[in-house]
Nanobody, 125 residues
Framework: QVSPVQSGGGSVPTGGSVRLACIVP????????VAWFRRVAGKDFEGVGG????????YSAAFVQGRSTVYQDGSKKTILLQITNLKREDSGLYYC??????????????????WGQGTQVTVSS
């Protein structure tokens, strides 16, 4: 399985925006979504949001709702995450992951398949 390749990120001022790109060379047989995770200081991995690649349906975590957009291009191999009104607590390593996603009892879950290399987002005042 070839890993996704990420780009974007970097240093961004508080209140600014960032757009992260994830290029997916191939999907595994059970993959039906691309999920974004992040690892911020002092915390474990947390899901940021994702997109079901066949339907285009998206979901996002409560802490970025209203500030984030996940979308894909027509080929479904470029997935983008945009976050606006960035806060310092958004600083961290962001990963895109091809995955098998599902929703049960209103809770979204993702079984990871292949991880991107990660990209750093640093939000500073």
């Amino acid at each position: 399985q070839v890993s996704p390749v990420q780009s974007g990120g970097g240093s961004v001022p508080t209140g600014g925006s960032v757009r992260l790109a994830c290029i997916v060379p191939e999907y595994a047989a059970n993959d039906n979504c691309v999920a974004w995770f992040r690892r911020v200081a002092g915390k474990d991995f947390e899901g940021v949001g994702g997109i079901y690649t066949e339907t285009g349906a998206t979901y996002s975590a409560a802490f970025v709702q209203g500030r984030s957009t996940v979308y894909q291009d027509g080929s479904k191999k470029t997935i983008l995450l945009q976050i606006t009104n960035l806060k310092r607590e958004d600083s961290g390593l962001y990963y895109c992951v091809t995955a098998a996603c599902s929703v049960a009892n209103g809770v979204a879950s993702a079984v990871p398949s292949t991880w991107g290399q990660g990209t750093q987002v640093t939000v500073s005042s």
